[in-house]
Nanobody, 115 residues
Framework: QVQLVESGGGLVQAGGSLRLSCAAS????????MGWSRQAPGKQRELVAA???????VYADSVKGRFTISRDKAKNTVNLQMVRLKPEDTAVYYC?????????WGQGTQVTVSS
């Protein structure tokens, strides 16, 4: 089992920045990849960014050049640095971890970008 706890969401004006953090606990040795997804009202959850244990990253086209995902294995955290935020980035952001056998999700943190 893996437990994930997100932090760092909030309200920011368009053009501003936020940093999300996700702390993992439990069977962290089994985690292959971690990432962030988001879900806006009335829309499906979508992958925002992911990072493997080897450090490879992938980003949604809509956030490339604005969001940066990083992983601190020593602290068992994954972070999402978001800059030049847009109103369309408004969503609940979820941290997720994949062990290759199961996937785990955090409870989510709200990000609201005002225009």
């Amino acid at each position: 089992q893996v437990q994930l706890v997100e932090s760092g969401g909030g309200l920011v004006q368009a053009g501003g920045s936020l940093r999300l953090s996700c702390a993992a606990s439990g069977s962290i040795f089994s985690i292959n990849a971690m990432g962030w997804s988001r879900q806006a009202p009335g829309k499906q959850r979508e992958l925002v960014a992911a990072i493997t244990s080897g450090g490879s990253t992938v980003y949604a086209d809509s956030v490339k050049g604005r969001f940066t995902i990083s992983r601190d294995k020593a602290k068992n955290t994954v972070n999402l640095q978001m800059v030049r935020l847009k109103p369309e980035d408004t969503a609940v952001y979820y941290c997720n971890a994949d062990t290759g056998v199961a996937g785990y999700w955090g409870q989510g943190t709200q990000v609201t970008v005002s225009s």
